[in-house]
């Protein structure tokens, strides 16, 4: 059960079949820590003879290890909610989902959410409500067949689980000013810090048609938090090469760092050429 575990997180084949791995993952760990505390029961029942069942068992390091990784497995699902949202759909490539449930994530992390509790859970940034609204905000964007069905059929409820976690953006707090640099929904991972940064960060946005596909609302948001924010159509103004585009904003903005938020290909680019120069530059790396 472990050698499959661990062949089904082959990079590759994660990549191309996610929902397989994500069901391997959660349901081959399970079986294993059942099979695991089956062993640790019948290995303390064969030492009754010489000492009792209750002795043997708390005298095995096996069983405490289980003890431990049993309560780490469950204390997620402890945590499970079914949460009502509501959905605003500016285009066929994109989906604002608000959430509003009594607990509002810091900016700057990720939750999973599902339509299903035990399979299809996928990761989004959590964006503040927007001025004069409660709760917060995803913004999903098409890339492939979940989020496809999303934004086609949006349910009229999510669920939730664990506890949000921090995204690549956080390294911000390392630094007095950062540039960052998005492409297409890259965006959405980036923009609870466009909307809160209060030590002038700025903003290269590198997208096609951006008011027909994320909406006036969101587009507004940034420009009137971010004014001199570079939003570059490529529907207008062709492919830009994002690293010459981003240096020079770097350059005039007096940042101290970058980060990117982009396709894997742009990602590697852009930070190796700032690394190059001795700038501090960071992205996502793709490991889920």
Partial sequence: MLLTICALAAPGFRTRHHDVFEASHRFGTWT?????WANTLILAQLQTPERGFGE??????????????????????LLLRKVPVTTERPSNHTIIVRL???????????????RHPLLGWHPF?????????DGY???????????????????????????????VANAKRLFNRVLYIATGS?????LGHLLTDTQGARLVWV?????????????????????EAVIWNTSEQCKPDVFDLSYETFVAS???????VSNKAVTGRVVSEFERRGIPAFGPIWDS
């Fill in 137 to 167: 905000r995803m913004v999903i964007s098409r890339a492939g067949g979940w989020t496809s069905e999303f934004i086609e059929n949006p349910p009229a409820h999510v669920w939730v689980r664990g506890i949000p976690t921090v995204g």
């Fill in 56 to 77: 043997a068992l708390l005298a095995s390091p096996i069983f405490w290890m289980l003890v431990v990784s049993t309560g780490l497995a469950v204390w997620p699902w």
């Fill in 32 to 36: 294993v820590l059942i099979l695991g």
């Fill in 100 to 114: 509003n449930h009594g607990y509002v994530p810091p900016v700057g992390t990720t939750r999973a959410i599902s």
């Fill in 207 to 227: 997208t096609k048609t951006p008011r027909a596909t994320y909406g006036d609302g969101l587009v507004g948001e940034v420009e009137k938090a971010q004014p």
């Fill in 254 to 260: 007096g940042a101290d760092a970058v980060i990117i």
């Fill in 186 to 190: 890259g965006i959405g991972p980036a």
């Fill in 125 to 133: 940034a959590c964006i503040p409500a927007a001025p004069g609204e």
